[in-house]
């Protein structure tokens, strides 16, 4: 059954879930209150003690064990693809999501006068790619989105003939606007045009079945609500556009017989590990592994539905004490990223206090953005709330 089957099953549905399980396996919970997954998240214990294992092998070992923990690595491309409801075969394993915006971006068959259209609200990793092919006749085409309310009929006004790529984002990272993928992916095949989506701020806890939903690319790194480390994460691309865009950067790992050293024979792979090139982050992918594990603990369904019950619980608590929402909260618009403001206070200041008292939180255009993953609790933001009255 795919991430999003599950969803659709148990939509809404909290109850089977043992979140304490879940809180007992993250380590940083133990001293802090925790509402920072969109920036950086902590690593759970079964990660932390994957990547430490293969650091004590290596210096152990060398490379005397090297398979062993190549196909943990390997393991990552099934446990993505389950994920996405792909299959393993259109999945690559990278450090960034920006090296996977980047794929496309610098292997896609451009032509002068072509377009991409995406947000002025995107992050930079889903801008800049795509503004650094002006000087090859590519137009980068932003579209407003005022307070980074997202508006598809903007978008689509925005888009012509000559665009190839429609580039959004999953969830907004500033304000946390959830985007309505399917109406994406329909707007963008309408218009002519491929969907390329950064999901970084979605996925690990909202449902996504690219069998059902046909996105073109997606790239995503695992350090957000993966709860992997950094620099490791997926990149997927539709199989029927594995030809389509022509590798940036080749290398031993590219071609079907990587382990063949000193018969060059130059056939890049059938499968999206053409664009993986050389040398993988082992230890990151290791621990993006066992966090992914973890995550398949629990439904989609049951993953979104306590990350929404935590956030809109502690909208309730934030307008208590006369905070200002800035995020909508309106049904599926809805995401883990709460962004909000106390007129008349410096929101990094009120940040280093929390801090102070162990409560972790981000500043993004001056506001406060609480981020929390399904192992919160009610006890977190009573935390929050009584921190922030002392801010």
Known sequence: MTEYAAYEESKGGIEGADWAAFRAQMPVARRYAYFDHAAVAPLPEAARQG????????????????????NRVESVRGLGA?????????????????????????????????????????????????????????????????????????????????TRIVAVSWVQFAGGWRLDLDAAAELAHRRGALLLVDAIQGLGVFPIDVGRTPIDFLA??????????????????????????RPRSVGWN?????????QIDFTLKPTAGRYEGGAQN???????AESLKLLERFTAGQKAARVLAITDLACRRLEEIGAVIHSSRIGDERSGIVSFSF?????????????????????????????????????????????????
């Open 343 to 391: 007129p008349g206070q410096d929101a990094l200041a009120q940040r280093r206090r929390l801090l102070e008292a162990n409560i972790v939180l981000s500043c993004r255009g001056g506001r406060l953005r609480i981020s929390p993953h399904a192992y919160a609790n009610e006890e977190d933001v009573d935390r929050l709330m009584e921190g922030l009255r002392g801010a």
């Open 282 to 288: 082992m230890p990151g992918m290791i621990g993006l």
């Open 51 to 70: 990547v430490c294992d293969w650091a004590d092998d290596l210096a152990a070992q060398g490379d005397a064990d090297w398979p062993r923990w190549g």
């Open 82 to 162: 389950r994920l996405l409801g792909a299959r393993p075969e259109e999945i690559a394993l990278v450090k960034s999501t920006s090296e996977g915006i980047g794929l496309v971006a610098e292997g896609f068959p451009w032509q002068a006068g072509d377009n991409v259209v995406t947000f002025d609200c995107e992050f930079p990793a889903n801008v800049y790619p795509w503004q650094n092919l002006a000087d090859r006749g590519v137009e980068t085409r932003l579209v407003p989105a005022p307070e980074g309310r997202i508006d598809l009929n903007r978008l689509e006004e925005a888009c012509d003939a000559r």
């Open 220 to 245: 995503a790194d695992g350090h957000k609500w993966l709860l992997g480390p950094e620099g490791a994460g997926l990149f997927y691309v539709r199989s029927e556009h594995l030809k389509l865009l």
């Open 254 to 262: 590219s071609v079907v017989r990587p382990y063949e050293f000193t």
